[in-house]
């Protein structure tokens, strides 16, 4: 066989795996996470949204990706994940520092402060005001809120 015939056919294999993976959801939680966010009553639910992932603001490692992702926002807390992998949890235990910023459509939940922060954005389906407000109730329970009041 010839090395273009090689390749072609490497091709023809690759590409429909390629495509298949590409058709599956992020939504996906394992039963045990599933109940417990039911349990903590889910208020807002989005799958399969791009999220822009932000890291190392103010420095020169600093960038950005974008990410395929799910978010769940429950009375308790905001998961942001991609099935089983979470990205992003912030519960009423967290002691960091978070915020929540809201440009028209478009959500953002920052962690952490100077250099190390975080920040996860994305395009809320519907009512992005409504997902920033329950976002923000979130925040304000967490051990980190309540410690510097």
């Known amino acids: 066989m010839t090395r273009r015939r090689t390749r ?3 091709l023809l294999l690759l590409v429909p795996l390629a495509l298949s993976s590409c058709g599956g959801t992020t939504a996906r939680l394992s ?3 599933q109940a417990r966010l039911e349990a903590e009553g889910i208020v807002r639910r989005a799958d399969d949204v791009w999220f822009r992932y932000t890291h190392g603001m103010g420095t020169p490692r600093s960038g950005w990706e974008e990410h395929l992702a799910s ?9 942001i994940h991609r099935n089983d992998r979470i990205l992003v949890e912030v519960t009423r235990r967290s002691t ?11 959500v953002s939940l920052r962690a952490g402060s100077d250099r190390s922060a975080r920040s996860w954005a994305f395009h809320a ?14 925040l304000g329970q967490t051990a980190g809120a309540k410690r510097r009041r």
């Open 8 to 10: 072609a056919a490497w």
């Open 96 to 106: 960091g520092s978070y915020a929540i910023r809201r440009e028209g459509d478009r």
């Open 31 to 33: 039963p045990e996470q």
């Open 71 to 79: 978010i769940v926002v429950t009375r308790q807390g905001i998961l």
């Open 125 to 138: 389906p519907t009512d992005a005001e409504g997902w920033a407000a329950d976002m923000r109730v979130v």
